[in-house]
């Protein structure tokens, strides 16, 4: 089974954003080492201890640093930006590492709505054209406007030989529908929602092949925390399940909690109830337990590849569990 990375580049209690920033690069060329077939890294703006609102930028500084693994964006938020200067920004890095880069598109808005409104005064209509965009986008990559097209005579340069590779991220209905009608693979975050995910991919599988010959490739992001034990891993835990209770409290500590911090904590019914929630779409436990339970949701969605997500305060266990999960399947 292929196994990817995702990297949201937290910034852990005591760490500096350039910290996280550096600990991402780490993580991509360990990933490399470890044989991954790819690395993500997502966009977000001013959300919950997260250092990287930029992968682009990311991007160009990790593809200089590796030199195989496939590296892109997961995901840039497309109604944010002009299609012609995403197709410019992904045909240069493409250029500079050619045959490498995904460009994984979405429409989430990646932080708050004062965010939204600071990167974008239209940002829901832009959401509503969101499919026109992606249209746009992707006959700039392709280079097939109608010759009658406004755009038909200008070229989002340097032109790589072979385009990026795009992706459409999702975790909806109406995201993968989207995506088998444009022709496009798919990445399912599975992380991200409690929602019938296998039907949702068994359904884009359909819809693909009533617009393609070809098959489809599913992605399917996890979160997974892996240790030595089960216990151990349990315990690792526990910082990423008070984070998550925090990102919903009015608080300036918007990194990512100790293991101690998370021991002390004074937990309510409410609090507890979220964590049992969460615990339906994460993956805890020893390299056995992890092992099993991964091939299980490759087997429940058929997934062609799995992308693995880690979020703990110990940036070393982050690391570590990227490496016991590659023992077991790589």
């Not at 250029?95 to 429409?107: K, S, V």
């Not at 965009?133 to 070229?155: A, G, Q, T, V, Y």
């Not at 909806?172 to 022709?183: F, G, M, P």
């Amino acid at each position: 089974m292929k196994l990817s990375i995702l990297d949201q580049s937290p910034i852990a209690y005591g760490q500096s954003a350039q910290d996280a920033l550096n600990d991402s690069i780490a993580l991509a060329k360990l990933g490399e080492s470890l044989g991954y077939e790819r690395y993500w890294i997502a966009e977000h703006h001013d959300l919950f201890g997260l250092a990287c609102p930029n992968p682009d930028v990311m991007l160009g500084v990790i593809g200089s640093q590796t030199n195989k693994i496939k590296i892109g964006a997961g995901a840039v938020l497309l109604p944010y930006y002009k299609p012609f200067r995403v197709a410019e920004t992904y045909n240069l890095l493409t250029t500079l590492f050619p045959e490498r880069i995904d460009l994984g598109i979405g429409r989430a808005p990646g932080g708050s709505a004062e965010v939204s409104m600071a990167l974008s005064n239209n940002y829901l209509e832009q959401v509503r054209k969101y499919p026109e965009l992606l249209d746009e986008l992707l006959m700039f990559l392709r280079n097939n406007f109608p010759e009658d097209h406004f755009f038909s005579k200008i070229e989002p340069t340097p032109i790589p030989p072979t385009p990026p590779n795009v992706w459409m991220l999702g975790t909806s209905e109406k995201s993968a529908s989207l995506a088998a009608k444009r022709r496009m693979n798919y990445a399912f975050g599975h992380f991200m929602t409690d929602y019938n995910g296998p039907q949702i991919v068994n359904n884009y599988r359909e819809n693909y092949k009533k617009y393609n010959d070809n098959e489809p490739y599913v992605i399917v992001a996890v979160h997974v925390i892996c240790a030595a034990t089960d216990e151990l891993a349990e315990e690792l835990a526990q910082s990423y399940f008070l984070w998550s209770i925090l990102q919903n409290v009015q608080t300036n500590k918007k990194f990512i909690p100790t293991m101690n911090a998370a021991k002390a904590y004074q937990y309510t019914e409410d609090d507890l109830a979220m964590i049992q929630e969460k615990r339906e779409t994460i993956v805890i436990g020893s390299p056995k337990t992890v092992k099993e339970k991964l091939q299980a949701i490759q087997h429940v969605y058929n997934a062609d590849e799995l992308m693995i997500i880690t979020i703990v305060h110990d940036k070393q266990a982050v690391r570590q569990s990227y490496r016991l999960i590659a023992e077991q399947f790589i």
